[in-house]
């Protein structure tokens, strides 16, 4: 017997080859980012790439070796640069068939492995950011034309950098810098929605006029715009904005809340530059012009950087806008990265404008108003992140959103909103649901564009909010919303966003703000069935009006605000902590407690069939003047309201108070239709605050077993709103609350 040697070895050679590119091939792909990397080097941790689209790359070319492995891009220390966004696409995710599952009831639920992970490398702080470095700063001429006495010889000038046209925004070493902004002025006369009437001497033909811009409160409570200016007769004293307000441009209501009693004010000319931090541009003469506050050796301002993007990542699955299904990414997640100096997305005309307003043109239907944007994504994840010292928002998922989850990130000092769920307009498209938003620290949002909100879900359904504290924002805190109806106009708030292919005719020709209107349209508002519970909100509606901790209006059915502590918003600008606005029915009000808040109009307000249980209100600051609970403009039949506690300011006021529209005279809000009982009410000044209310709904047989007495918590000022023994609240079965829940789940951390 003979054994060919030479065959048997060239067999095994080949075997051993074929096993060892396939063991090779299935590494896990690890690759690594630093800002003194060279992306001709490997990409290892020993010779790192140095850009992030560099590393993308080589994913890729992996990829399309055959390498399915997870993959993680590790960022080191240091400051990346992006000069474009960064579009991540179907490509750079996984397959939908490895993914899949069943939906949990609310939210993302566990999601699987991701295929692509950004990461900081250990404890190391990596930053992603814009920021162009403004080189070549001189000390400006005293004799600058309008320049204030006061910053003279203290203003340097250095040109645009190459390849900008301009920006909105501007950051030093500490964060985001004030542009210029003048005194305020309210204007004289409404005008339309592009006419300014102003005071004598407010508006002036600046040679810079196409970079200044009008940031204006447009004679409504709720709203601000930030206009570029297009023209300024300073003779006649009208000037007129390059685009259209929100709604016409004139002074507010009297009842509206101002800091300083005006609701205008001009940016971004020489003569506002009267402050240190402040910075003006002329995108003509391509000059900045800044008084710095922290200087180099050499006096020149310090570490200035200017933002080329607005976005700067961009998850971007495939989008069928007019079709029923998108092809989404899978798998992408990013951990313990900062992102910072994006500018914010400017009104430059009423094309991107005029009907793409989500509800009051609080922000921007499918735009690119987020550093980090995932639109048309799955199973995406973004944990331990900082998101701050931006001109526009931290995150939004737009169109196609599922199994989404941000958690364990802080969001600081943004120009906008902190982070945004929306959906497709109204119509029977329905893809955007079962996100989490879980134990974020969101706070110093709205900075720029005061109304826009911390977390907003628009057309978006399923989703779990929970345990995240927001505080100090310019107006809400969390919305739930639709409040576009199928039959507005084209160029109304939300108009062009309707998907008027997928609504009957009917439906359009017959709707109205009323619960039967409601209930056919319901199928179009997908903002449904969210759980807002165990978040934590205070200094709320810090610089606009008419706003709440939490809102929902327009709304589907099925949404959850429970168990949320909502305290110390001591502006005179709140009307409610929660509140249920127009069009919403079906809501569950539950388990909140609501302390020292100013709460002007009331404590909870609804306008519509809602549940109102268990809800603690206790320390008002004031008399609310629409009642503690307010049923409001709408009949509200159906409604319960149970187990409630309400302990009254001294002065009194209404426990349950129907309040109509001005002059309404038909379909009145009447409390006698609604399920109420097992209240506990208490005046600690007065014993029999509530007899004529209990007088008049137990002649009908409702509040046959409320109560009127001391509720006996156990530490209101400590945060133990539970009970003494002996508490009237025990015996009516109302459940003591834990505040120690509510908000970030370890305190301090974030």
């Known amino acids: 017997m003979k054994i ?17 590119c396939k063991t090779k091939q299935q590494e896990p792909i690890e690759l690594y980012v630093s800002v003194e990397g060279d992306d001709t080097a490997k990409g290892s941790l020993e010779a790192p790439f140095a850009t992030l689209v560099k590393a993308v790359e080589a994913v890729r070319e992996k990829r399309e070796k055959g390498n399915t492995n997870p993959a993680t891009i590790y960022l080191r220390e240091g400051r990346h640069q992006l000069k474009e966004t960064l579009v991540l696409g179907l490509e750079d995710g996984n397959t939908a068939s490895e993914t899949s599952k069943a939906f949990e009831k609310v939210g993302a639920g566990t999601l699987p492995e991701a295929y692509l992970t950004f990461s900081a490398y250990g404890d190391e702080k990596p930053i992603v950011s814009s920021g162009l470095p403004v080189v070549g700063w001189q000390l400006a001429s005293s004799e600058l034309q309008d320049l204030p006495n006061l910053a003279k010889g203290k203003v340097w000038v250095a040109d645009i950098p190459e390849g900008l046209d301009t920006f909105y925004t501007l950051y030093d070493t500490n964060g985001r810098l004030n542009r210029a902004r003048a005194e305020g002025f309210v204007p004289t006369q409404e005008g339309d929605k592009r006419t300014v009437y102003f005071p004598e001497g407010k508006l002036k033909n600046w040679n810079n006029l196409k970079d200044v811009e009008l940031q204006v409160r447009p004679s409504r409570a709720w709203a601000i715009n930030m206009l570029p200016l297009a023209s300024v007769d300073e ?53 900045i012009y800044l008084w710095p506050k922290y200087l180099n050796a050499d006096g020149a301002p310090k570490g200035i950087l200017v933002p080329t993007i607005n976005e700067l990542i961009r998850v971007e699955g495939g989008i069928d806008y007019d079709g029923a299904t998108d092809k989404p990414v899978y798998g992408i997640a990013f951990k313990g990265i900062t992102f910072s100096h994006a500018d914010k997305r400017a009104w430059t005309n009423d094309a991107d404008q005029l009907g793409w307003g989500m509800q009051h043109d609080w922000d921007m239907f499918d735009k690119p108003t987020a550093m980090l944007r995932f639109r048309g994504a799955e199973n995406c994840t973004v944990t331990n992140c900082t998101f701050t010292n931006s001109g526009g928002s931290g995150v939004r998922f737009d169109l196609h959103a599922q199994r989404n989850k941000v958690e364990n990130c802080e969001f600081a000092h943004l120009g906008e909103a902190g982070i945004l769920l929306a959906g497709y307009g109204p119509g029977t498209k329905d893809v955007n649901h079962h996100n989490s938003i879980v134990n974020n620290n969101i706070h110093h949002f709205s ?3 005061w109304h826009s909100p911390g977390i907003w879900a628009w057309q978006s359904g399923y989703n779990h909010i929970t345990n995240n504290f927001l505080h100090n924002s310019g107006y809400a805190a969390v919305l739930i919303t639709n409040r576009v109806e199928p039959d507005r106009k084209l160029n109304g708030e939300g108009g062009r966003t309707i998907r008027h292919h997928e609504i009957s005719k009917e439906i359009i020709a017959n709707t109205k703000e009323d619960y039967a209107s409601w209930k056919a349209r319901e199928k179009y508002n997908h903002s449904r069935h969210n759980v807002v519970e165990y978040n934590e909100i205070t200094h709320a509606v810090e610089l606009l009006s008419d706003g709440n901790c939490i809102y929902v209006s327009g709304a589907g059915t099925g949404n959850i605000v429970r168990y949320n502590y909502l305290h110390d918003n001591l502006e005179h600008s709140m009307p409610a902590p929660i509140r249920c606005d127009d069009d919403q029915h079906e809501t569950l009000i539950y388990g909140n407690v609501l302390y020292n808040n100013y709460a002007v109009s009331a404590g909870i307000a609804s306008k519509g069939v809602n549940d109102i249980i268990n809800n603690v209100i206790v320390a008002p600051r004031v008399v609310p003047k629409s009642g503690y609970l307010s049923y409001e403009w709408v009949p509200v039949a159906g409604s319960k309201v149970h187990h409630n506690i309400i302990i009254s300011h001294p002065d009194g006021g209404i426990a349950n108070n129907e309040r109509p529209r001005k002059g309404q005279t038909t379909n009145l809000p009447n409390l006698e239709d609604v399920d109420i009982d097992s209240n506990l009410y208490f005046n600690p000044s007065n014993p029999h605050w509530m007899d004529a209310h209990f007088k008049r709904m137990r002649a009908i047989g409702k509040e046959t077993s409320s109560l009127s007495g001391n509720p006996m918590f156990i530490d209101v000022e400590g945060g133990n709103f539970g009970f003494k023994e002996g508490s009237p609240a025990l015996k009516l079965g109302i459940e003591p609350l834990d505040v120690s829940k509510m908000g970030l789940k370890n305190k301090g951390e974030l």
Do not use: C, M
Request: negative net charge; glycine residues 6%.
């Open 4 to 20: 060919n040697i030479k065959g048997v070895s060239i067999v095994l050679l080949v075997f051993f080859t074929i096993l060892s």
């Open 235 to 287: 003779e006649n004293k009208i000037a007129k904005t390059a685009v259209s307000a929100t709604y016409q441009i004139g002074p507010l209501a009297h009842w509206v809340h101002t800091k300083d009693g005006n609701s205008a004010w001009i940016e971004n000319t020489i003569d506002a530059l009267d402050e240190q931090g402040e910075w003006v541009v002329n995108t003509s003469a391509r000059k």
């Open 447 to 449: 900075e720029i564009t």
